[in-house]
């Protein structure tokens, strides 16, 4: 099983982004590292910029470590591994950037037990954050079809088209022709639940974005943005599903 550092990372939207940029100079306002310590501004919003950026290195090395070498251990045997692993990295990790940031500004460093409470903190909150592995969850519900994908693909597949004698699988990741028939591929998107709009054309119904209508014609619009044409024949049935 891969693991990719973009799993740890929420889409960054405006909201988002705005709320990190204001939450990270207020905790460097608000609160000094250590106790006793005297850090300047500039320092504490180093310091604190620098513990965002070791949490999620250290989250992305422990989860990538648990799921490669005891990907078949039981799901407590994992979370515990993962706790220790990030406690065990992230506590050396932390003491040696203050080290290096104390002794560039002239200060004492900060004792390894008082880096340790930093460390127990970090991964007690992260598991309370991140919760239980969901990987082998997330791969029950993936469609049969996704194995005939390449071995990287881990996106979403918006919809399936008929060319020639391939299907067009088009994913989040792009497109990908797979030589089938189109009602067998139909069948092996189960569990993902969607419909035909057309004899050529099935969609994922968590795809559908909006319905247009254009010269009479109506069109399905997907998250992507491409247009899935609707057929009279299947009209009734994608209404009745309250998808028009």
Known sequence: ???????????????RVIAGLVFIPLLAYSFSPFRGSELSFPMRLVFW?????????????????????LCSAGLPVRDCA????????????????????????GQQTPGPWSIAPYGLLFAAGLMLVVGPDQTEEQEQQKPRLARRLPETF????????????SVDVVTSDGTFAIRMRFTDAIADMEPVAGCCTHRSHWVAESAI???????????????NNDRVPVSRKYKPGLEQAGLL
């Open 49 to 69: 910029v620098g513990v965002m950026a070791l949490a999620v290195a250290v989250t992305w090395a422990s989860r990538n470590f648990v799921r490669g070498r």
């Open 82 to 105: 993962f706790s220790v692993l990030i406690f065990a990295l992230f506590t050396p990790a932390l003491w040696g950037f203050a080290w290096l940031l104390f002794t560039c500004d």
């Open 209 to 223: 974005a909006g319905v247009e209508k254009t010269d009479g014609k109506i069109f399905l619009r997907l998250r």
């Open 1 to 15: 099983m891969r693991f990719k550092l973009k799993t740890l990372l929420v889409k960054p939207t405006p909201q």
């Open 154 to 165: 881990e996106g979403e597949i918006y919809r399936l088209t008929v060319r020639n004698h």
